[in-house]
């Protein structure tokens, strides 16, 4: 179809977005508008230019290369605030829709410093919110919710509530903060539910998300589920690191496999640290395994010869074996190396007010109160079974 200049005269009768035309068709009304002088006097014309465009492909989204022509359109008028409101909302909709959601948020922000002072309705928030989930952008999602809890009309609205759960749904760093959370608080089957749902809808869990969820087989004993997990992590691109290798120890040290471990360690591709030989001599001493217990203290005295930590603890394998000769032993290594045990100590508040108890302190100003309740404690231990080796440790 051609058009000379007679025919396409553009009244708005000719450009009534109803009639159904192609993008050609409507790019030659609008360079015939602007050659004519109507288009920057008749803001209608744009309108209804806009609109035409929007209804060209009924059928299909409409391509980036049209959204960006509208956007001229619009940016070379002045239309009145409630067709600038439509405007906003069609294309921020439709370049959430073609998957360009920069372009999304930029359209939002430039409504929101319109000289105009308009304001987002509840179309605009569900498009932007829409946008934000598509792209994992949380911070731009809740920078829109704080609008959204602004504004009485959005705060009711069921729309732009469904996508405010459907974007915080998309979010990667919320399925893991639950994640963990669950893990800290010993729910491992509740990390593992969400670990899986997470997945079942398409968001792929990222490092620290391994590192809750591992945590959580840890704790909860699930020694199949922790190695079947650890060996999923590069399917989703996530390359094992020296926190999932920390926990994979933990896990299998917890559950006694303490020659596992040890092979685990020793083909690590990362150079394992004082944590790591740690988590094996603490599952040593859990497990009274000496022989284990002996490599990884050597390995960690080779580490780090000044850490105490490892000498408390091959003491303790030592003293409930009545191994007392190699506990001496050992004390006496610790004072010519230079050696010295870290003090214990604990916190609790009462009232409002901190106490902070150290071991061996005996200036606290309710020393005496302190030690006489410790004695009490270590009477009744007694009395229900409990020996005196771990005390015995202590003095190291």
């Known amino acids: 179809m051609s058009f000379t200049q007679s025919t396409v005269a553009p009244s708005p009768t000719l450009l009534d977005p109803h009639q159904r035309r192609n993008t050609s068709e409507i790019q030659q009304l609008h360079a015939q508008s602007i050659k004519q002088g109507l288009f920057y006097n008749d803001p209608s014309i744009a309108i209804n230019l806009i609109k035409s465009f929007s209804s060209s492909t009924p059928t299909s989204r409409p391509s980036p290369t049209h959204l960006d022509y509208i956007l001229s359109i619009f940016n070379q008028t002045q239309i009145s605030n409630s067709s600038s409101t439509f405007i906003y909302n069609t294309l921020i909709s439709s370049y959430a829709q073609t998957h360009l959601p920069e372009k999304s ?66 979010c990667v760093e919320h399925w893991t903060s639950m994640i963990v959370g669950f893990a800290t608080y010993g729910h491992a089957e509740d990390s593992l539910r969400l670990f899986d749902e997470m997945q079942s809808i398409g968001i792929k869990p990222n490092y620290v998300t391994y590192v809750g969820v591992l945590n959580a087989c840890s704790h909860g004993g699930l020694v199949e589920e922790g190695v079947k997990i650890f060996r999923l992590m590069r399917t989703h691109g996530v390359r094992p690191g020296i926190h999932h290798y920390g926990c994979l120890v933990d896990l299998l040290g917890r559950s006694g496999l303490l020659k596992e471990v040890l092979v685990l360690i020793e083909n690590m591709p990362i150079e394992p640290g004082v944590v790591i030989w740690v988590t094996l001599l603490s599952a040593c001493s859990s497990h009274g395994n000496v022989e284990i217990a002996k490599i990884a203290a050597r390995r960690l005295k080779r580490i780090d010869p000044s850490y105490g930590g490892c000498y408390v603890l091959l003491s303790q394998i030592y003293a409930r074996l009545g191994r007392w000769e190699e506990v ?68 190291l």
Not at 152 to 170: E, K
Not at 346 to 369: L, M, P, Q, T, Y
């Open 105 to 170: 948020f930029f359209l939002f922000h430039q409504m929101l410093h319109d000289p105009n002072r308009l304001l987002p309705d509840n179309f605009t928030f569900t498009s932007v919110l829409t946008s934000c989930a598509r792209s994992s952008a949380l911070e731009e999602g809740e920078q829109t919710h704080s609008l959204v809890c602004k504004t009485q009309s959005a705060r009711d609205d069921v729309f732009v509530n469904n996508s405010l759960i459907h974007m915080y749904s998309r």
């Open 328 to 395: 001496s032993g050992l004390r006496r290594e610790m004072e010519g190396n230079g050696v010295k045990k870290d003090l214990g100590y604990s916190c609790i508040e009462v009232n409002d007010e901190v106490h902070e108890f150290v071991a061996g302190d005996e200036f606290h100003w309710r020393s005496k109160d302190v030690y006489r309740m410790l004695d009490e404690m270590e009477n009744n231990l007694r009395w229900v079974g409990c020996t005196s080796a771990d005390w015995d440790v202590l003095e």
